[in-house]
């Protein structure tokens, strides 16, 4: 893995090398009468999608047109998530898929990206395993996408340029949103935390915040373009602002981003419990387009595995958390993520984990076996919980969430609630679907027009992961 020894590029070198690309994909337009496509594919968090969306944006610049098809893709982009095993063998049996591909496609450019890549056993794997990739590059070097593309293009060997730390942060980057309604917006990168299970800290570096002006110009940009909700992204937004020259915190910057004109919904995650504020409650309280929500992740119930996970706090604070939660902001909704079978869970563990879950009415939780990951403390701990019983205890943990978040899903029948409508039901595009603020989804029958509305529907049918609903 190199050193960050290279200078960072300058915005205006960045254009260049983009312009060129833009010139050399029209010849080719011109030459064979067929525009250049591009396909991406992304796993992992809204952190790696919103890097997709920012390599779109490149790609979109560059006069690439996005494809569905594989096979009419002239570049295919794997953009990894490394946080649990599986995320990873998914990613190797799709490069595994491309050899024949690339047999057939003698120009296809694959190229692999994300946290996966912040692994130099991952990519010295790849590199043996998959010699038709073509560009290997990582998380902190996103920004230099054209460049690396551009020596890719030119050159018969693979490209491998992965950075072993987090470089500044560059403003003024293009971005091809997703989705026109709802936009992520970075509000910090890294994590210092050190979960003991969690490789994130090693993939995505140390934290740094980006700036208020910088954020609030963003948003702006964003509000102006249509988007009615943002979502503000950090693997820790509760110690935003710490890696700034000028005092701020999370709730001096919801103050700031509340006054934006024309901004309906905030949203924000994630939210640590050990840092989560009485100062941030009370400014989700004050303001109603901060949205009744959070992502709250509990991780473990037992206060010894807590420790052992080096979360600092303990099942008292995180309940006190959520008591006070509850008492200043009626009605809101606390989801969270799991982790079952970390080393040495016992059984005793297990059921404090249930305990802590059932006294948190959660509305809905991300439940996770607990993976082994290189290089985390945690790997290197004895006793690792076999794989049946983490399945049992999975399905003992998604009885008793589902149980609650259906409990607390009834309170809605036949009340009114308000609806940012996302789009249309996969199945039938007669029947929208949307999110109430307090992130339940709604689907409804309306007319597709309606896309980006927030309307007011009576919920008719409360179930555990969705609600029906009609306008009225
Ligand atoms: N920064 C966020 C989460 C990032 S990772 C936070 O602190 O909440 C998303 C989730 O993946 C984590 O909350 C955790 O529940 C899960 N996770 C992380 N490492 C894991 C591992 N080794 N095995 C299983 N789940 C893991
Ligand atoms: Fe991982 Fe913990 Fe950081 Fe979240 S806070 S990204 S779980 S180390
Ligand atoms: Fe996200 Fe996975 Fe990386 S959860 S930060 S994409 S390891």
Redesign the pocket.
């Known amino acids: 893995m190199k050193r960050n020894t290279t200078k960072e590029p300058s915005i205006s070198n960045i254009n260049e090398i983009i312009n060129s690309l833009k010139e050399n994909n029209r010849f080719h337009e011109i030459e064979t009468g067929e525009e250049r496509n591009y396909l991406i594919e992304t796993y992992g968090?809204q952190m790696n999608e919103h890097d997709s969306e920012k390599l779109e944006g490149f790609l979109t610049q560059m006069g690439y047109e996005k494809t569905n098809s594989r096979e009419s893709a002239d570049l295919i982009i794997f953009n990894t998530c490394c946080?649990?095993e599986n995320a990873e063998l998914k990613v190797y049996g799709k490069l595994g898929a491309l050899k024949h591909l690339k047999k057939r496609h003698k120009d296809l450019i694959i190229a692999v990206c994300g946290c996966m890549m912040q692994q130099e056993h991952v990519v010295k794997y790849i590199q043996k395993t998959y010699p038709h990739v073509d560009l290997i590059f990582g998380t902190h070097n996103l920004h230099n996408f054209p460049s690396l593309l551009e020596k890719t293009l030119n050159n018969k060997e693979a490209i491998v340029d992965v950075w072993d730390q987090e470089g500044e942060v560059i403003e003024g980057l293009p971005v091809n949103r997703r989705y026109g309604i709802k936009s992520y917006v970075n509000i910090m990168y890294g994590?210092n935390?050190f979960?003991s299970?969690?490789?994130?800290p090693y993939t995505r570096g140390r934290e740094r915040s980006r700036k208020v002006s910088d954020i609030l110009v963003e948003i702006k940009d964003l509000i102006s373009k249509g988007s009615k909700e943002v979502m503000l992204l950090g693997?820790?937004v509760n110690s935003y602002g710490k890696t700034l020259e000028r005092e701020v915190d999370f709730s001096d910057l919801l103050e700031e981003v509340v006054k934006i004109q024309g901004i309906e919904r905030i949203r924000f995650m994630?939210s640590?419990p050990k840092d989560l504020s009485d100062k941030l409650i009370d400014t989700m309280a004050k303001h109603s387009k901060i949205c009744n929500h959070i992502?709250l992740?509990l991780?473990a119930g037992s206060n010894k595995v807590l420790k052992e996970m080096n979360r600092k706090y303990t099942q008292e604070d995180y309940l006190t958390i959520v008591q006070k939660v509850r008492k200043k902001i009626p009605g809101i909704a606390i989801t969270t993520?799991?982790?079952i079978g970390f080393p040495n869970e016992s059984p005793e563990d297990f059921q404090e984990t249930l305990k802590v879950a059932k006294f948190a009415e959660f509305d809905s939780a991300?439940t996770?076996?607990?993976?082994?990951?290189e290089g985390?403390p945690?790997a290197s701990k004895e006793w690792q919980v076999p794989e049946e019983i983490k399945k049992e205890r999975f399905q003992a943990l998604k009885n008793l969430i589902d149980s609650t978040a259906y409990q607390n899903n009834q309170r809605y029948l036949n009340r009114k609630v308000s609806v940012l409508v996302e789009g249309t039901s996969k199945k039938n595009d007669k029947v929208l679907t949307g999110r109430t603020e307090t992130s339940k989804t709604v689907n409804f029958p309306g007319d597709q027009t309606l896309i980006g509305e927030i309307l007011t529907v009576k919920i008719t049918a409360a179930k555990t992961y969705s609600f029906d609903g009609v306008i009225i």
């Not at 299970?197 to 994130?200: D, G, L, P, T």
């Not at 996770?368 to 990951?373: E, N, Q, T």
């Open positions: 968090c946080v649990r994590c935390n979960c299970y969690c490789i994130v693997q820790n994630t640590h992502h992740p991780q993520d799991i982790i991300f996770f076996l607990y993976s082994i990951r985390t945690a």
